[in-house]
């Protein structure tokens, strides 16, 4: 190892000053003092080492420390662990010797900043555990993160010495798990300086497109700007409100990420920058108030879309931020979103967490961040969880709008959430699309329909013989996928609808009816659509013959008589009471009378038992019931015999919606409730599972929506259900 030179030495001291001078918060002497003996520890630790680069190893903590002051705002027991973030992994020190120097906080900062340096493997089950680490310390504190934000940063800064696979790899894993924890953080200005840096690597070549058109256009953009600014200016100036005016243009990444999603060119992005209204508040008044007042005196002068306003001063996001966005109608005819902020609220935006804290006090109630964070430590507090469980979980929060995966070869390939493998097969290439069967998500065969979830590996299969189908609209997700099918479909729909017209009509001729409503009803029906079109088209799918189509117009479409079980008793007591002695003995669940035995849920058909209670109330046991037993030889004269009988009412189809977690046996407590329900015949039931979450529709026949209503909360009660709901069964209006 070549010892540092004398150079290299004054340049390690003139780093470490301008260190010192950016954190200018720090004006206690012993904090300097602190921050000056992490420094020298850091320093002689790293001694003559070096980094790819060449240049001595301490630039590089000396670097993130900067970052964590100066961008972040982060104070000085984060500037000593940003120090010595890397002496414990590369050096000889141990996390016993800070915690000696230091002190145990620091001490357990460094430790957590030493566990989340792992490797990124190109593999998905690596890639999870990897992120729970990280997440696990985060839990604990959230400085460590940060500080690990800003050495990625610092890393993603100077990566071009790194040689090309792992500059990919790096950069890889900084868009999988960094930038969106950046987000997620409200650490805006670092998300998407770490995004724009993964694609300057990732994507080099559109990187490079993307950055030229921008600074071509930047003149033209200021021009722009200052047109679109200055009437507002004016405005702003009369009423006394102190403001700066501003037009970044979006980031490189956000541009790019743009024309991949929605395949649109440079030119077709409208919101290319965003002007922003940052303004010194007034006392007296509120930070909000005075936002819509801005937002009033600008569209007094332009218009704004009213499908675009984004209010988040009355609800901020999760992450803290803040702010007024709404898109006008600017000179030219250009769409022009406008943002406006408080300075608060612009330094919350810049910063994130770190100016949270210094706004809000630490004592201050509970932050949506700090729930965010309290839930994580619960999913992670979880032993049940493995990594990957955690992983999906999590990223229901993380990725809200859009999930990562991976091509065979490792690229990653941003798409919505909720695509499918096919989506992704559209997404590589159309051809691609049009001849797939199937697809390898993480090495295991699946069908195109199959969802994808972040971090998944896909490979599709493709066949020459395949042919695009019908089904497959219902498959894709993406706006992408969907124009490629409906082109391929267009002609060859239209063929099969005329088909179906004309099908139908030679049918109706053979059995000699004309078409009427009653008939197109049930048509509708049993196609459960209600657009011609549709019907016709699976009409010609189908082409059933006259004995199917005279089924069809036979069934009964709403109501029918259908079978009730109900009890009946010998005992005279019960029967003169209510009923007339010349009907057979029916006591059903709604007299009240009656009540089925919680300890063995007796079902029709079963052999029972009534148990009269004191109140006059009997209960339904199973003949084997042990506490029937036990009744019947201790209080024989409160049993009594009872059968169970049938009768016929006039039923309602009514349906419910469940929705709830799939956990083992739901659907066969869900079953048990239903036929505990006397007075609720079950017609169908479907169920479909995806990711845990099961969702179902119960066709059920009931006298009236009192049972129906009875049903609903009692499979509300049911561990696990999460949604029950009565669904309109839309009736035909022809
Ligand atoms: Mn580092």
Redesign the pocket.
């Known amino acids: 190892m070549k010892s540092f030179s004398d150079e290299e030495k004054l340049l390690i001291q003139d780093k470490f000053d301008e260190l010192l001078k950016v954190a200018s918060f720090v004006t206690k002497q012993e904090q300097i003092d602190l921050i000056t003996k992490a420094f020298k520890v850091a320093n002689s630790a790293h001694e003559n080492m070096r980094r790819k680069s060449g240049e001595p190893y301490i630039l590089?903590?000396i670097a993130?420390a900067k970052i964590c002051t100066d961008e972040i705002g982060l104070g000085t027991k984060s500037i000593v662990s940003a120090l010595l973030?890397?002496v414990v992994e590369d050096t000889d020190m141990t996390v016993e010797d800070i915690e000696l120097q230091f002190g145990d906080k620091i001490s357990s900062i460094v430790d957590g900043l030493t566990k989340i340096?792992g490797v990124f493997l190109n593999r998905s089950g690596m890639q999870a555990e990897n992120f729970r680490k990280i997440l696990m310390t985060m839990a604990d504190d959230l400085r460590v993160i940060i500080i690990k934000l800003a050495?990625r940063l610092?890393?993603m800064r100077t990566l071009e010495s790194m040689p090309p696979n792992k500059q990919i790899k790096i950069a890889g894993e900084t868009l999988f798990i960094y930038a969106p924890l950046a987000h997620r953080l409200g650490l805006y200005a670092i998300k998407s300086e770490l995004e724009d840096l993964c694609l300057k690597y990732l994507h080099p070549n559109e990187y490079k497109l993307i950055g030229d058109r921008i600074k071509e256009t930047e003149k033209k953009r200021l021009t722009y700007i200052n047109r679109f600014a200055l009437p507002i200016t004016s405005k702003l100036n009369d009423e006394g409100i102190e403001y700066e005016i501003s037009g970044r243009p979006k980031s490189i990444y956000s541009i790019w990420n743009k024309m991949e999603t929605k395949n649109i060119s440079y030119d077709e992005i409208f919101d290319l920058f965003a002007i922003r209204v940052v303004f010194d508040p007034k006392t007296g008044i509120t930070e909000k108030a005075q936002c819509w007042t801005i937002y009033s005196i600008i569209t007094d002068i332009y218009i704004p879309r009213s499908d675009r306003i984004r209010d988040w001063i009355s609800q901020p996001k999760a992450n803290g931020y803040e702010a007024l966005h709404a898109t006008m109608m600017g000179p030219g005819g250009k769409w022009v979103e406008v943002q406006i902020r408080s300075k608060r609220m612009n330094e919350i935006a810049e910063r994130g967490y770190a100016a949270h804290w210094k706004y809000k006090g630490i004592n201050q109630q509970e932050s949506e961040l700090d729930k965010w964070i309290k839930e994580i430590r619960m999913m992670l507090e979880d032993p049940k969880s493995d990594a990957f469980e955690f992983l999906d979980e999590f990223k229901l929060n993380l990725f809200t709008s859009e999930i990562m995966v991976f091509s065979p070869k490792g690229d990653i390939i941003t798409l919505p959430a909720e695509s499918t493998a096919l989506d992704f097969a559209f997404f590589i290439h159309s051809e691609v699309g049009m001849h797939a069967i199937g697809a390898k998500v993480n090495h295991k065969l699946v069908g195109l329909n199959h969802k994808l979830r972040g971090g998944d590996q896909i490979e599709i299969i493709t066949s020459e013989q395949q042919q695009p189908e019908f089904e497959w609209m219902e498959i894709v997700t993406t706006a992408k996928a969907k124009s490629k099918l409906k082109n391929a479909f267009k002609d060859k729909r239209k063929v099969i609808t005329k088909e179906g017209i004309i099908h139908l009509e030679k049918l109706l001729k053979e059995l000699n009816l004309k078409a009427n409503s009653t008939i197109f009803r049930k048509l509708y029906n049993h196609y459960n659509t209600r657009n011609k079109e549709k019907l016709y088209y699976k009409i010609g799918l189908e082409k059933f013959d006259r004995f199917a189509f005279q089924k069809i117009l036979k069934r009964r479409s709403k109501n029918k008589w259908i079978k009730f079980w109900s009890v009946a008793s010998e005992d005279p007591n019960i029967a003169a009471k209510k009923f007339d002695t010349s009907k057979p003995l029916i006591v059903d669940d709604k007299t009240k009378d009656f009540q089925i035995a919680k300890c063995c849920y007796p079902i029709p058909g079963d052999d029972v038992i009534g148990y009269k209670s004191t109140d006059d109330n009997f209960i339904i046991h199973k003949t084997s019931c042990q506490n029937a037993i036990r009744l019947n030889s201790s209080e024989s004269e409160h049993v009594v015999k009872v059968e169970w009988t049938t009768h016929k009412i006039l039923a309602y189809l009514g349906r419910i919606l469940l929705k709830g977690i799939d956990n083992v046996g739901i659907v066969n407590k869900v079953t048990t409730v239903i036929s505990n329900e006397l007075s609720v015949n079950m017609r169908s039931i479907s169920f479909e599972s995806h990711d845990g979450i099961f969702e179902g529709n119960i066709d059920v026949y009931v006298h009236n929506s009192s049972d129906l209503n009875n049903l609903i909360m009692n499979l509300s009660k049911i561990k696990g259900i999460s949604e029950v709901a009565r669904q309109e069964i839309i009736e035909d209006t022809f």
């Open positions: 590089h903590p993130v973030h890397d340096s050495d610092h890393n």
